[in-house]
């Protein structure tokens, strides 16, 4: 295998470096930054595989940069909807992902969003931090319990899966969008609805205004999947109007930027894609993509492919 140039957009923890310098040269982005589609067609090029980021858009053009020896694409996230299977599959390069280990990281924040948004934790450190004064009383910031409410779940994957068990946990009734369930007779009911669906072209914008407008006023939104599923800019028009309670936020439609109406709102928790943000989770997704790596070009299954 040596001779085999293996390319990694960013950064990614040594531990998977070590693993990937056993199996040919590997070249590191030195740019702390997502590469623009020219950087990353001059950065593959010669390329047997790349270690590819969810901000990296992975298509027929990249591929055809790297050259007719590429032999897979190892993506350090569950999603892929930034690559182009499809068109990887037809030049023959397997697709990788990195499934299951950051299942309870992810669904650790997402309950932590909602704690941090129902029980105005975020909105009570912002007060302390700025200096205004305050005194106990029993109706100052008042908060709303979770017991014996009603937790939506959109997408009941492993990761929604998690989030169901903390949730009844914590006392709550669980009920999943499908084919028993619509998605409408779910916003209809929960108090709150929590986001794990994948990004396709028919989950972007799954959140709109029409589905906004048929939760209950006094209902919570909860996004940590992919930030398009939700149409900010009609989320910021909801929580404006008082149609529902509030909303907590890990990823946005066009990071790194959020709408700035958001930005404004005290009943709005928000946090930079931090999902998958522990260092025991972020190491082992990269350990994972480099054993998808080491997989195939050893001529061997990888451990996560992408089938499609």
């Not at 006094?218 to 909801?238: H, K, W, Y």
């Not at 943000?277 to 054993?291: F, G, I, K, P, S």
């Amino acid at each position: 295998m040596w001779g085999m140039r293996i390319v990694v957009t960013r950064r990614v923890p040594e531990a998977a470096l070590v693993e990937l310098r056993a199996l040919g040269e590997v070249v590191v982005s030195d740019a702390d930054r997502p590469l623009t589609q020219e950087e990353l067609q001059e950065a593959v090029a010669g390329a047997s595989a790349i270690v590819s980021m969810l901000h990296d858009r992975i298509d027929g053009a990249v591929a055809d940069a790297a050259g007719p020896q590429l032999r897979v694409v190892a993506n350090v996230a569950v999603g892929y909807d930034n690559i182009d299977v499809p068109a990887l599959v037809e030049r023959g390069v397997v697709v990788t992902n990195t499934p299951d280990v950051l299942t309870d990281a992810t669904a650790d924040l997402t309950f932590g969003l909602l704690l941090a948004l129902t029980r105005r934790i975020a909105e009570g450190d912002r007060l302390l931090r700025a200096r205004k004064p305050w005194s106990f009383h029993l109706g100052f910031m008042l908060g709303s319990g979770l017991q014996g409410k009603t937790l939506g779940i959109i997408g009941p994957g492993q990761i929604g899966k998690a989030v169901a068990r903390r949730a009844e946990a914590f006392g709550m009734r669980v009920v999943y969008s499908g084919r028993s369930q619509p998605k409408e007779d779910l916003l209809r009911v929960a108090d709150v609805v929590s986001l794990h669906c994948p990004l396709t072209p028919e989950t972007r914008h799954l959140i709109d205004a029409k589905a906004l407008s048929a939760m209950k006023h006094t209902a919570f939104l909860i996004n940590t999947t992919r930030g398009p599923v939700v149409d900010e800019s009609a989320l910021a028009d909801a929580l404006l109007a008082n149609e529902i309670a509030g909303a907590g936020l890990d990823v946005f439609e066009r990071e790194p930027e959020v709408e700035p109406r958001l930005l404004e709102l005290d009943n709005v928790v928000l946090t930079p894609h931090l999902g998958s943000a522990t260092v025991e989770t972020r190491t082992e997704m990269a350990l994972l993509a480099a054993r998808n790596v080491a997989a195939v070009l050893n001529g061997e299954e990888p451990v996560n492919p992408v089938r499609r």
